[in-house]
């Protein structure tokens, strides 16, 4: 399979165990420098426990994690944020009782350049119009798609180099998970990478430029990703098309 560039993350014969279930069972994946790949598969295929994996959030049954040319098997979340290593995850884990000010200064925790975090604040708002003008109020009083829009803008403030992004489009209204891929885009195109784990298989295969399909915690197919979007099987599954 194609990819742009050196490998930032390679996942080798990874395996998860999650509440004593194997949700992740001995997968390859690869995202280069600069790529957009999406995951994607149904509800319980594993999307989410291989981010887990990967971040140090679930531990790692067996296989590799390589991040940016180093084995990243097995550590801390913490250390990682501080390699370039964002996640956004799955529910967008806002921090209610703070402003979305505040929110943002705790994804700036790990950094003192206090001149360029005010230059990423501006950064983050120019993505964002909408948090700019709410800036003072709770994080916890927001609307489901602004309460995304904030945890991405949080993520973005530590400057990474790779962004995972777990279900950014969940439970939000069509025109706001629109604005959500279209931000996706957006930071993209400023030269982050990402892996984005996605159920709505159609937007993900739109916005990126290649794609693993998983199903029951193994990678069933690969590849560039407008040739997913008109494989049979991918169009059957996930697009609610017929098989041919």
Do not use: W
């Not at 994607?40 to 140090?56: D, F, S």
């Not at 430029?209 to 590849?223: A, F, H, N, P, Q």
């Amino acid at each position: 399979m194609t990819m742009t560039g050196a490998a930032l993350l390679e996942l080798k014969q990874l395996q998860v165990a999650y509440g004593g279930i194997q949700a992740v069972k001995g997968i390859d994946l690869i995202v280069g420098h600069g790529e957009l790949v999406c995951l994607i598969g149904a509800n319980g295929a594993g999307k989410t426990t291989t981010l887990k994996g990967i971040t140090g959030l679930q531990p790692v049954k067996s296989g590799s994690i390589h991040y940016d040319g180093e084995d990243i098997t097995g550590k801390p979340a913490f250390r990682l944020v501080r390699r370039g290593l964002s996640m956004v995850p799955e529910g967008r884990g806002v921090f209610g009782a703070l402003s979305i000010d505040e929110n943002l200064a705790m994804g700036a925790y790990t950094r003192t350049d206090q001149a360029r975090i005010r230059e990423d604040v501006d950064r983050v708002f120019a993505l964002f119009p909408r948090l700019k003008e709410r800036r003072k109020q709770t994080a916890g009083t927001l609307s489901g798609g602004e309460q995304q829009m904030l945890a991405m803008g949080r993520a973005m403030m530590s400057r990474p180099k790779l962004l995972l992004l777990d279900e950014p489009s969940m439970g939000l209204a069509p025109l706001m998970v629109q604005k959500v891929f279209e931000t996706v885009l957006a930071i993209a195109r400023e030269g982050v990478t990402i892996l984005l784990i996605e159920q709505n298989a159609k937007l993900a295969l739109e916005v990126s430029t290649r794609g693993y399909v998983m199903e029951s915690g193994e990678i069933t197919l690969s590849g560039a990703s407008r040739q997913l979007l008109s494989d049979p099987k991918v169009r059957a599954a996930y697009l609610g098309e017929a098989a041919m």
